[in-house]
């Protein structure tokens, strides 16, 4: 029994390179690529849970684990080419004609790939980060090879090709903080008491939780204009968040507390007035015709 299944591991299925290939060799190729890479996965994947432990910075955890996984993969090919018996060198010629037709036929597959490992190496872009490109804010969730993926103020996915990262404009709210700084403008009726306006304006941007008194971001409110039909005030203040609907709740909030503040004090927020002076007399005309 032992030297039938001796015979049948050993039996010589096809010749490669003068070289007979045994079916235990056929068979040990298919299990050896399995088995490493669901090893270089397990390993990587637990340094990574470590390193994510450990509070470390989760862009320089993808950059790691990106480049474990190229460096597992370059390994376990060329351990698969040298149980095979295969020099490097016979792929010389057939890597050379396949990376010219690759270049022409994938150059923004190659470009996107490229501007990826700018992107993690260089990180002007972080996971975390709140973009605004061509008019459309998000959260970065992930940094991929190809494409980032960033999530929508309005929930939705978008997958934004790299090198549209590196070769358009792209506003970064958060690159170097998360401070964040808004405006509420209010006009208020001509004749109101312009100081007793400017203190409503800082109670309540003081009042607020969000808004950041320290020194130098202090909320500060300017007189900005004599308007048409109102006294116009601005008021700028900052905040710590690094998404939009953060800003848009606190100017909110402001809002509505300007509003309560101003009807306790009697001052009116303006709206467009006009006066209208008639020469000479008015003469009112019946419409009624007597029967």
């Known amino acids: 029994m032992f030297e039938q299944f001796n015979y049948w591991i050993n039996y010589p299925i096809f010749t490669f390179n003068e070289r007979p290939i045994t079916t ?20 990587i994947k637990k340094l990574a849970k470590k390193l994510t432990m450990n509070h470390k910075d989760p862009n320089m955890i993808q950059l790691i684990t990106r480049l474990l996984y190229v460096i597992s993969f370059a390994l376990i090919f060329i351990t698969t080419l040298a149980m095979l018996n295969v020099p490097i060198t016979a792929f010389a010629f057939l890597s050379g004609a396949v990376a010219i037709g690759f270049g022409f036929g994938a150059q923004n597959i190659i470009n996107n790939f490229i501007s ?14 709140f973009l605004e490109v061509e008019g459309v804010r998000g959260v970065v969730e992930e940094i991929n090879t190809r494409s980032t993926r960033v999530r929508r103020v309005d929930g939705v996915h978008m997958l934004i090709p790299n090198s ?121 005309v019946s419409s009624n015709k007597s029967a």
């Open 116 to 129: 990826g490992w700018i992107l993690m190496g260089e990180k002007p872009i972080r996971i975390g980060d």
């Open 164 to 284: 549209k990262l590196l070769e358009n404009t792209v506003i970064n709210w958060t690159l170097r903080d998360k401070l964040i700084r808004g405006t509420v403008k209010v006009g208020v009726a001509y004749g109101s008491d312009c100081e007793q306006v400017k203190a409503i304006l800082l109670d309540v941007a003081n009042a607020q939780q969000q808004t950041l008194v320290d020194a130098g971001k202090e909320p500060q409110v300017y007189f900005q204009d004599f308007g048409d039909n109102a006294l116009v005030f601005e008021i700028y203040f900052w905040i710590n968040s690094q998404v939009e609907g953060g800003l848009r709740l606190v100017a909110s909030n402001i809002r509505f507390a300007l509003d309560k503040a101003f009807n306790e004090h009697g001052i009116v927020v303006a709206f467009p007035q006009r006066d209208i002076h008639l020469d000479g007399n008015l003469t009112i």
């Open 24 to 43: 235990i060799e056929v068979l040990a190729l298919p299990l050896w690529l399995l088995f490493s890479l669901w090893l270089a996965h397990f390993l």
